[in-house]
């Protein structure tokens, strides 16, 4: 079985299904750091609904369904972050309004449709192995944006981390990191729509970065540890889908709640606060 994936990784959609594990797992990953961080882990599950919401409006349409799911995403990441800076709501709520509002919309549109569904399911679950040249590029792309800003913004990103308010007051611009991160949040996720799926990819904006908050201290650190988590959960994701012929999507978020697991039960941190 073994030399039977290995043999499989001849052919080009294995190829590009193995890059798009690579890509989706670093990016989702670094960005998981922030979201655990600052605990907001409704912004996954609202932009992960944006995305697929926008991708069915998009079917629709007519349009591309990544095309669309990516301006819609990004158009809410837009309106996100102003909307929870300015009204008195916790952060929680607006993007609980927010994840329910798109999932209204996404299920509207599925019922609107009159052609086949079978292009849907594969935006709810993914589909590695189905994946164009094009889908491949744009993960590309929006992955080395995404490390370039972490690499260019890297002290500002720390400081906005540790608290805004304090960030704000030290001259950092907070709000255009702040903001800047729920744009590439928003381009992450609709980018990964064919890979993970737009129901499933919140998943991986949560995990790898709760992984490495059971193991490291670091921020540099934490940004490895949830890296390795994320492309470990995708590639093994992918090698569990093909073995065993089951859905890729689904996969991948079971061997990223595997190894979640794994690092909850020998986290040196819980050892400390319980000898404590």
Not at 128 to 154: C, E, H, K, P
Request: aromatic share 10%.
């Amino acid at each position: 079985m073994v030399e039977q994936l290995l043999d499989s990784l001849a052919h080009l959609p294995m190829q590009r299904a193995l890059l798009a594990c690579l890509l989706c797992g670093l990016g989702c990953s670094l960005l998981s750091v922030f979201v655990v961080l600052m605990r907001m882990p409704l912004v996954g599950v609202a932009m992960s609904h944006s995305a697929f919401a926008g991708a069915v409006i998009g079917m629709l349409l007519g349009l591309h369904p990544t095309a669309s799911g990516f301006v819609l995403c990004l158009l809410v990441a837009g309106v996100l972050g102003p909307v929870s800076d300015r009204t008195r709501l916790p952060p929680e709520n607006t993007l609980s309004i927010f994840f329910s509002f798109m999932m209204g919309l996404a299920f509207l549109g599925i019922g609107m449709l009159s052609k086949t569904r079978a292009g849907v399911l594969d935006l709810m679950w993914g589909n590695l192995l189905s994946l164009s040249g094009r889908d491949v590029a744009l993960l590309g792309w929006t992955t080395l944006v995404l490390i370039l800003f972490l690499f260019l913004f890297f002290k500002e990103i720390r400081a906005v981390l540790f608290s805004r308010t304090l960030a704000a007051s030290s001259g950092v611009p907070e709000k255009f990191i702040y903001y800047a991160l729920l744009f590439l949040v928003g381009a992450v996720v609709s980018s990964n729509l064919s890979t993970v799926g737009g129901l499933l990819i919140f998943a991986l904006l949560i995990q790898p970065g709760a992984t490495a908050l059971q193991l490291a201290y670091d921020l540099k650190l934490f940004f490895l540890i949830s890296a390795l988590a994320g492309v470990s959960a995708c590639v093994l994701g992918l090698a569990l889908s093909y073995i065993l012929d089951l859905p890729s999507g689904a996969s991948v978020v079971m061997m990223a709640t595997l190894i979640f697991a794994l690092s909850y039960i020998f986290s040196p941190k819980r050892r400390a606060a319980k000898s404590s």
